[in-house]
């Protein structure tokens, strides 16, 4: 399967976003009397609001709505970007990750940690993300530090198995590279997927943000820290592994009294491209 997709992950942050209800302005309550009445046209108070925003107009008044319409936007397209800045890292990732180093005995091919090797996401993400102002910039940086740093957590801990059916008993002094059976990647585990569970996720991005008074931070963060957690968790149950090549002596060989024998001690070729 390819990588997560970026419209999946945007309508999945915008709409645990939306959840959250924030009303614009914030805290807004309607003066008592009939001046505030009185300061607009009719037309002025009656404007219907956005659906299709994330945030909620405090009042029908068209300066909420407009608020309302153009904050809502400019959080939205953030999303868009980030969205699309988090799945293309992770489309890399698959492309030149390997694993290396792995055990084979017999048809049996131990995944250790440490064995699956991958680039960081950070470069990725940051060539990506939005970063047109200095703002865009800190909240780009926060989520891609808090991501990266889970994933690589993750990616270092992952352990599995991998099978090799005609190493059991091949005819031959050497098995020559042949591909692993396909298995999927939820099979694998790793205990640093902790680190890319939702609440550890929106804690490194705030604590990686290093600003309090930011605006809607820690809902942004909370909303795109749930969607990526759901979209990571659909990723593992589509992605096999495969074509992961492994190679090993056979030294029990002794033709013709022992014409076949399981492959020992063999190991992986590191080959990119075994995660689709």
Request: net charge neutral; charged share 10%.
């Amino acid at each position: 399967m390819p990588a997560p997709q970026k419209g999946q992950l945007a309508e999945l942050a915008k709409l645990n976003f939306k959840a959250k209800a924030i009303g614009l302005p914030v805290k807004w309550q309607t003066p008592g009397g009939d001046q505030y009445v009185k300061a607009f046209a009719l037309s002025e108070l009656v404007q219907p609001p956005d659906g299709a925003s994330i945030f909620l107009a405090a009042s029908p008044n068209q300066y909420h709505v407009q608020t309302q319409r153009e904050i809502g936007k400019g959080y939205a397209d953030f999303i868009d970007g980030i969205s699309g800045a988090l799945c293309g890292a992770i489309d890399q990732w698959m492309k030149l990750t390997v694993i290396a180093g792995m055990m084979i005995n017999g048809p049996v091919g131990m995944v250790l940690a440490g064995n699956v090797v991958g680039p960081p996401l950070l470069p990725f993400i940051l060539a990506a993300a939005p970063v047109s102002t200095p703002q865009l910039m800190k909240y780009s940086k926060a989520i891609a530090q808090a991501v990266s740093n889970g994933w690589q957590q993750w990616q270092m801990g992952l352990m599995g198995q991998l099978m090799y059916p005609a190493f059991a008993a091949f005819p031959g002094p050497m098995a020559p590279p042949m591909p692993c059976v396909p298995m999927p990647l939820i099979a694998f585990s790793s205990p640093g997927e902790a680190m890319l569970s939702p609440a550890t996720l929106k804690t490194q991005m705030i604590a990686n943000l290093g600003d309090p008074e930011a605006l809607h931070h820690q809902e942004l963060f909370d909303a795109v820290a749930q969607a990526f957690n759901t979209t990571f968790t659909l990723f593992k149950a589509t992605t096999v592994v495969q074509n992961v090549l492994g190679t090993g002596p056979i030294p029990t060989f002794a033709p013709p009294i022992v014409p076949v024998g399981p492959v020992v001690a063999g190991t992986s070729i590191p080959t990119p491209g075994v995660f689709t």
